[in-house]
T-cell receptor, first 115, second 109 residues
């Protein structure tokens, strides 16, 4: 299994500002995923980040709002830009597990509150 | 449109009894399902999975049942323990994973 860390673990930000969340994995992985869990909602995939290529965004999420970097095989960042209170969520990164299963390993999450 | 639905936001069960968490899905083409458990301030952790070629998968105290005709799966925890208190998400396998909203299980000692 992969060990994943995220920074920061939580933050309170003012509307209109941006926050960059870091995700570090203890092994090299091809694909990294960014999810959001809004209060009372399901875990929703924001985008898939492959090293060396542009991230692939899910419907409803755009690069201008959630730019992603993937500089190497163990690290990724997600930026939440021009924040509004609706962006208050837990943001999680994850990586794929065994290639024979669909299991994913998740980081501990970043709890973001926008005031 | 929610592809995976968990209609019970919460469930309370006494220690030692059975916990049954339910999940419905909309697309009969889905062929792999997973259950994740999430404690506060931690990321979800994989619990158990089931492929559509099976109707049951068991791992210790945890058993997942799949009813393809009803497009329904359930997670049974027997016997329930206080440490099982967490939020449980069912999800459709295949990338990208699609999760339900979760069910908060409280096991009361």
């Amino acid at each position: 299994s992969a060990v994943i860390s995220q920074k920061p673990s939580r933050d309170i930000c003012q509307r209109g500002t941006s926050l960059t969340i870091q995700c570090q994995v203890d092994s090299q992985v091809t694909m990294m995923f960014w999810y959001r869990q809004q209060p009372g909602q399901s875990l929703t995939l924001i985008a898939t980040a492959n090293q060396g290529s542009e991230a692939t965004y899910e419907s409803g999420f755009v690069i201008d709002k959630f730019p992603i970097s993937r500089p190497n095989l163990t690290f990724s960042t997600l930026t939440v830009s021009n924040m509004s209170p609706e962006d208050s969520s837990i943001y999680l990164c994850s990586v794929e597990g065994d290639s024979l299963s669909y299991e994913q390993y998740f980081g501990p999450g970043t709890r973001l509150t926008v005031t | 449109d929610q592809q995976v639905k968990q209609n019970s936001p919460s469930l309370s069960v006494q220690e030692g009894r059975i916990s049954i968490l339910n999940c419905d899905y909309t697309n009969s083409m889905f062929d792999y399902f997973l259950w994740y458990k999430k404690y506060p301030a931690e990321g979800p952790t994989f619990l158990i999975s089931i492929s559509s070629i099976k109707d049951k998968n068991e791992d210790g105290r945890f058993t997942v049942f799949l009813n393809k005709s009803a497009k329904h799966l359930s997670l049974h925890i027997v016997p329930s323990q206080p440490g099982d208190s967490a939020v449980y998400f069912c999800g459709r396998g295949n990338t990208p994973l699609v999760f339900g909203k979760g069910t908060r299980l409280s096991v009361i000692a």
